[in-house]
């Protein structure tokens, strides 16, 4: 069997562990600070918003830049240019200096995830790719059950000022890590013209952009919604983080074996009955059960979702794939926070997660109508090769 666990998966995976606690450090504490400098809800989704809706204008030519020039530039300059933006939080003074600030950050975050995540299908061989994004993933898992946690925490127990150091710390630590870092990258000797899509990915990345805008809702208006029902937002974010760690690996197994197919249509319905759930919750109880169901169903759907995208493009071209499945996943928590930001405005939390889950319901159609019958042609040749 194909080895995955080489020492360049295990460092960029523990060094985008760090970047994302830094990152999801500002989840739950980022909206009631958008409400201390005066901000409205549809304020909360506009920064939101700016800073997803940024990354989706930079991911399309990052992921053409590192499949001409290497991953490593593109790792290295973003991560330093988020540490930087971390760092500029602490000197905000009102809204429109924020909404600024997040345009840097977002475009901060395109450059080095998008590296990273192309850097990481490089590094995990291609019979193990379903496994080994999975547990990839858990990198933001774990991340999404300290980071929140630990930014209500430090906001807690200190100021806004600690947080944002806080997130700093994390960032230049995710550089450190990732500088060491050796990622495999052969140059091709001809220059094309850079591409910026992938237009056979767009009836995939179409089902991945109304699945992410259920996560938009989740992680700009989740906080809000907790507080409003006297709830922990970071109890959430726990459980559902741990019901990721356990179902990943799993799910990216069957993935492996059964097809991706297999594992996103149920997922998706377990994502909609997570959301369901969420809008007629009233206290703890519905918010735990929302969590566990959220986290089985689309943390299940995610990876199985990215490593399909993977599956229907070559290898020159995963710098692009990469950039075209994050660019969609942006594009929707972006536009899903800025319309949802409208909705809770004037019809309420509820019936935001209610039209969360009808995105998702739209999401699981396009996959089963325009995606599932490709896949399985897809993977016809694959298993003849791997019988031979």
């Known amino acids: 069997m194909d ?3 080489t020492k360049p998966f295990i460092t960029m995976t523990l060094g985008m562990l760090l970047l994302f606690t830094g990152f999801y450090l500002l ?8 409400k201390q400098l005066g901000g409205t809800e549809s304020q909360v989704g506009l920064v939101a918003g700016v800073f997803t809706l940024t990354a989706v204008i930079f991911r ?46 977002g475009m901060s975050w395109a450059f080095s995830t998008t590296a990273v995540g192309t850097a990481i299908t490089d590094i995990i061989p291609a019979s193990r790719r379903g496994e080994g994004m999975g547990w990839y993933g858990l990198a ?5 059950a300290i980071g929140p946690m630990a930014g209500l925490w430090v906001l807690s127990s200190g100021s806004y000022h600690g947080l944002f150091l806080t997130a700093v710390c994390f960032s230049v630590a995710a550089l450190v890590l990732t500088f060491f870092a050796r990622t495999p990258f052969q140059r091709k000797a001809e220059v094309r013209r850079i591409q910026l899509f ?47 760690t356990l179902t990943r690996p799993v799910a990216g197994k069957l993935s492996d074996r059964f097809g991706e197919a297999a ?6 319905l377990v994502t909609i009955a997570a959301l369901t759930a969420l809008s007629l919750s009233g206290g703890l109880s519905g918010i735990l059960l929302s969590g566990i169901l959220f986290g089985l169903g689309f943390g299940s759907a995610q990876p199985a979702l990215q490593a399909a995208a993977l599956r229907l493009t070559g290898p020159e071209q995963r710098g692009i794939a990469n950039a075209s499945v994050m660019t969609a996943f942006d594009l929707g928590i972006g536009l899903g926070s800025i319309v949802l930001g409208w909705v ?3 019809t309420g939390y509820p019936m935001l997660f209610v ?24 993977a016809q040749p694959l298993a003849v090769n791997t019988a031979k």
Not at 78 to 100: C, E, K, Q, R
Not at 140 to 144: D, N
């Open 140 to 144: 933001m898992t774990v991340a999404m």
């Open 198 to 244: 992938d237009r056979s990915l767009t009836s995939i990345t179409t089902a991945i952009f109304f699945l992410a805008v259920s996560y938009g809702g989740i992680t700009t208006f989740l906080p809000l919604f907790a507080q409003s029902i006297k709830v922990n937002s970071g109890t959430f974010f726990l459980v559902y983080a741990i019901t990721l």
């Open 355 to 378: 039209v969360s889950a009808g995105s998702v319901a739209v999401s699981m159609i396009l996959f089963a109508v325009l995606v599932k019958r490709r896949l399985a042609r897809e």
């Open 60 to 105: 399309p030519l990052v992921g053409g830049l590192v499949d001409r020039y290497g991953r490593r530039p593109f790792i290295l300059w973003g991560l330093v240019l988020f540490s930087l933006s971390m760092y500029l939080y602490d000197w905000v003074g009102g809204i429109a200096a924020l909404i600024a600030l997040r345009l840097l950050h």
């Open 3 to 5: 080895r995955l666990w």
């Open 344 to 346: 809770s405005q004037y």
């Open 263 to 268: 594992v996103i249509i149920p997922a998706l």
């Open 27 to 34: 989840l739950p504490t980022m909206p009631l600070f958008i």
